[in-house]
């Protein structure tokens, strides 16, 4: 059974810091692997998706990168904006092609 | 509407009431999908439809949710004689294709339900 889990549950930092979030699965024969951002009261974004045969996607100042045989995914940010601060869920498809497995989450603050 | 809605944005239910929580999806959306989210958690998958036809119940965690789409737009998750264990938030998501890998789905803003 596919398990996703998410280091650190959370993490504050300064603005302006890079931050690197991870994301581990247990069975790495997966089609692909999303990252989401979920602001209170707003709802699920999706911020990029990396397929198996791909090694990391970018998008402004987000980078993530995926590792199948070790079964890590991480979710890089460059230079850390307080609008930054949500929780950044990652997830990889289940069983059936429509199923996403999700984390847990890292809640991330950024302090002016 | 530009995105996926839902209503009620908050519920508050005692125990053992009957609840009914609305989905809108983006206009011409064939797959639509509800997922439970406790507290800390990521969400659960719950079910799918695939127009008005729900492919997919086996999240549904007992007889007491029940789920429908019947004309293939707007659906409703139902729970009947609700528990305290149900308070969590309900994301109704949807997204163009037909249970395809990799499809972006796009979520609505939840449903935060509280059952007393």
């Known amino acids: 059974k596919q398990e996703v889990t998410q280091i650190p549950a959370a993490l504050s930092v300064p603005e302006g810091e890079n931050l690197v979030l991870n994301c581990s699965f247990t069975?790495?024969?997966?089609?692909?692997l999303q990252w989401f951002r979920q602001d209170p009261g707003k709802g699920l974004t999706s911020l990029l998706l990396?397929?198996?045969s791909q090694r990391e996607q970018t998008s402004g100042r987000l980078n993530a990168s995926l590792d199948k045989s070790s079964g890590r995914s991480t979710l890089y940010i460059a230079a850390s904006q307080p609008g930054d601060s949500a929780t950044y869920l990652c997830?990889?498809?289940?069983?059936?092609?429509?199923?996403?497995?999700w984390g847990a989450g890292t809640k991330l603050i950024i302090k002016p | 509407g530009a995105g996926v809605s839902q209503s009620p944005r908050y519920k508050v239910a005692k125990r053992g009431q009957d609840v009914a929580l609305r989905c809108d999806p983006i206009?011409?959306?064939?797959?639509l999908f509800w997922y439970q989210q406790a507290l800390g958690q990521g969400p659960e998958f719950l079910t799918y439809?695939?127009?008005?036809?729900?492919?997919?119940k086996s999240g549904l965690p007992s007889d007491r949710f029940f789920a429908e789409r019947p004309e293939g737009s707007v659906s409703t998750l139902k729970i009947q004689r609700t528990q305290q264990e149900d308070s969590a938030v309900y994301l109704c998501?949807?997204?163009?294709?037909?249970?395809?890998?990799?499809?972006?789905?796009?979520f609505g803003p939840g449903t935060r339900l509280t059952v007393l």
């Open positions: 439809f695939q127009n008005e036809a729900q492919l997919d």
């Open positions: 998501a949807s997204s163009l294709g037909a249970g395809v890998i990799g499809d972006t789905q796009y």
């Open positions: 206009s011409g959306h064939v797959s």
């Open positions: 997830a990889v498809p289940g069983r059936s092609n429509y199923q996403l497995i």
């Open positions: 990396i397929q198996s």
């Open positions: 069975d790495s024969a997966i089609y692909n």
